[in-house]
């Protein structure tokens, strides 16, 4: 019999490969298992194939999670300069496209081939088309049976993800195997994921295509982006963002012309008052978004008709158009899952299971979701590189 791995990794996702050649790179025999027949899939699809690697606005307040506070130690160890830095030294250029968003320059295939440039530096071996399908824990030692194989190692590092996009082969394999070992699973949600209207908002699916930079409400949680109504419903960075937090029944608002100061219609009628609510609107936003709201809300006549009490209601409704979704477009459309194994089971530090010495959760299947932005590669790069550390 062959003598253990320190670490054998399920799955060459972001977070496995990070994990691989940073334990490597510590002078760890590492394996890495990865199901699919290339490493890094969802890196190379990332971006839209330019890869949105990390957001130098990088902080805890940008995650969702039961604890808020569990992802603070990897972030502030393993941060958005560094993997910048390694970016650099791999000579890959990058640039900033909004809101702190890097991207390569070029293609997302550069950050798996630094991956595993950085992994052969390690020793650390990855074997693709295995699929692991069964874990044991015997007297300390890890049995990994894959492809009819059993391999053992020290620790055992998951990494295989989420379930978001099942046509990629995503499945939920990382909560089936925290349950086997008593660890406990926040309910897995789609998050980033377009939201569906039904009932009286069905109407507005009409404007598929139309797209305006709007702030998205949902409780106390706001994201100033575009929107994009689709044929289902509502898209766009501002309401991917905001479906994260949001949850079935909830209301989501948009404010249509965020920015407008109280009153500001009681103004213009008094600056202009032969100017419409439709005029009025179709100079602030596309036509037929401008043209749907003004029929809503039905005053067709010149401002200076209107009482000041009606013009006060519209720009309430304006400020905070409520749509109730009817649900999101689901796993098969979200980014990512929020949810996953619990916090409570790991620790902050070293992503170790307090419970099972020499477990690892790391990446998207754990319980710490970012926003949208690189703020998930981010997670995985830290979350793997603190795993790193321990192994
Ligand atoms: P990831 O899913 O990357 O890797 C898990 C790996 O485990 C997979 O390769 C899988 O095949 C493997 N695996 C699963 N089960 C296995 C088994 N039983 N045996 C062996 N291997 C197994 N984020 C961001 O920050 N910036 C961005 O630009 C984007 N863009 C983006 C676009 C699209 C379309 C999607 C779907 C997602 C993004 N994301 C993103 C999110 C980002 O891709 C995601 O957060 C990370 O890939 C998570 O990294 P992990 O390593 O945790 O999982």
């Not at 510590?26 to 690697?53: D, H, M, T, W, Y």
């Not at 995650?63 to 791999?90: G, I, M």
């Not at 501002?238 to 500001?264: C, E, M, N």
């Amino acid at each position: 019999m062959t003598e253990p791995y320190d670490a054998i990794i399920l799955g060459a996702g972001a977070a496995g490969l990070m994990c691989a050649a940073i334990a490597g790179q510590r002078g760890r025999r590492v394996l890495v298992l990865e199901k699919a027949e290339q490493p890094g899939k969802k890196i190379l699809i990332s971006g839209g194939g330019r890869c949105n690697f990390t957001n130098i606005n990088t902080a805890p307040d940008r995650y969702l999670s039961a604890n808020p506070h569990f992802a603070k130690s990897a972030l502030s160890r393993y941060t958005a300069r560094d993997f910048l830095a390694l970016v650099e030294a791999h000579g890959i250029a990058w640039h900033e496209k909004t809101l702190g968003q890097l991207f390569c320059d070029g293609s997302s295939k550069q950050i798996v081939a630094m991956l595993l440039e950085e992994c052969a530096k390690g020793g650390a071996e990855v074997r693709c088309d295995v699929e692991v399908t069964a874990v044991d824990h015997v007297d300390g030692v890890f049995s990994v049976a894959a492809n009819g194989q059993v391999l053992t190692a020290k620790a055992v590092v998951i990494a295989t993800g989420g379930p978001s996009i099942p046509k990629m082969g995503a499945t939920g394999y990382a909560y089936e195997l925290a349950r086997q070992f008593g660890l406990k699973v926040v309910e897995p949600r789609p998050a980033l994921v377009p939201l569906t209207l039904g009932g009286e908002d069905v109407l507005f699916r009409d404007l598929s295509g139309v797209s305006a930079p709007v702030d998205a409400i949902c409780g106390k949680t706001s994201f100033h982006e575009a929107a994009l109504f689709t044929h289902k419903g509502l898209s766009g960075p501002a309401i991917l963002q905001i479906s994260s937090y949001w949850r079935p029944g909830d209301t989501v608002s948009i404010d249509f012309l965020p920015g407008k100061p109280a009153g500001w219609l009681r103004e213009l009628k008094r600056t202009a008052p032969r100017s419409t609510l439709r005029t009025i609107l179709k100079d602030a936003l596309p036509d037929r978004l401008a043209v749907t709201l003004a029929d809503r809300l039905g005053h067709e006549s010149d401002l200076q008709t209107l009482s000041d009490k009606l013009l006060d209601a519209a720009e309430a409704r304006l400020a905070r158009w409520p749509f109730c979704p009817n649900g999101s477009e689901g796993l098969a459309k979200a980014e990512v899952t929020s949810g996953g194994i619990s916090t409570a089971e790991l620790s902050s530090k070293t992503m170790q299971a307090k419970k099972v010495p020499g477990l690892f959760a790391i990446g998207e299947a754990v319980d710490v979701t970012g926003w949208l932005g690189g703020y998930n590669f981010q997670w995985a790069w830290a979350s793997g590189w603190a795993a790193a550390q321990e192994i």
